[in-house]
Each structure stands twice: as structure tokens, then as C-alpha cells.
């Protein structure tokens, strides 16, 4: 089992920054893959950025050259560096993590971008 804590959500204005932390509650060295939805009113959640296996990434087109995703091994910890925020980003971003054959998921936090 694993267990997901979510920080570093906000208010933001057009063209800012956050960061989102996801700290996992095993060694991320023995999750499967971890990284970050989102999901915005009235739409499907969709991936941001995950680690699939090892230091291997996939990232949605809509924010490549944006957002980075990167982790900490020693603190079971990865995060989402957000750059150049557009409106459309405001969501409710998850962590993920897929452990043996299960999804895992945190409770969410809100990224709102706005003037």
C-alpha cells in the first residue's frame, strides 16, 4: 500500500510558478510510477507528468517546455515544477503512483490561475 501527501498548490497569476510536492510513504524506489494529474471542472483527468520506470518520463504536449517533473529519491518525494502558468492549467492537481497492480492517488490540491 501506499499513501500520498500533496503540497504546493495555490492562487497564481498568469505567467508564474509553483511548485507541487508528493511525498510517498514507501521508497519510491519500489513504486512502479509516480507523478501528477489533473482534472478541471467539467473534464476528464488527465496525465501531466510521470516517472514510468526509472528516470524514464512521459508529459502531456500542453505543458512540455513548462512543467518539470523531478524527485528526491532519499525523501520518497517527487514534485512538479510549474513555469509560465495559463489559466487552463487551474485544476485540481493528483499525485499517482502505481504499486504491484494497484493505482494510488492523493487527495488532490487546487492550482488556480488567475488575475
Known amino acids: 500500500q501506499v499513501q500520498l501527501v500533496e503540497s504546493g498548490g495555490g492562487l497564481v497569476q498568469p505567467g508564474g510558478s509553483l511548485r507541487l510536492s508528493c511525498a510517498a510513504s514507501?521508497?519510491?524506489?519500489?513504486?512502479?510510477?509516480m507523478g501528477w494529474y489533473r482534472q478541471a471542472p467539467g473534464k476528464q483527468r488527465e496525465l501531466v507528468a510521470v516517472?514510468?520506470?526509472?528516470?524514464?518520463?512521459s508529459s502531456a504536449d500542453s505543458v512540455k517546455g513548462r512543467f518539470a517533473i523531478s524527485r528526491d529519491n532519499a525523501k520518497n518525494t517527487v514534485y512538479l515544477q510549474m513555469n509560465s502558468l495559463k489559466p487552463e492549467d487551474t485544476a485540481v492537481y493528483y499525485c499517482?503512483?502505481?504499486?504491484?497492480?494497484?493505482?494510488?492517488w492523493g487527495q488532490g490540491t487546487q492550482v488556480t490561475v488567475s488575475s
Open positions: 499517482y503512483a502505481r504499486f504491484l497492480d494497484y493505482n494510488y
Open positions: 516517472f514510468t520506470s526509472g528516470s524514464t518520463t
Open positions: 514507501r521508497s519510491i524506489f519500489t513504486i512502479n510510477a
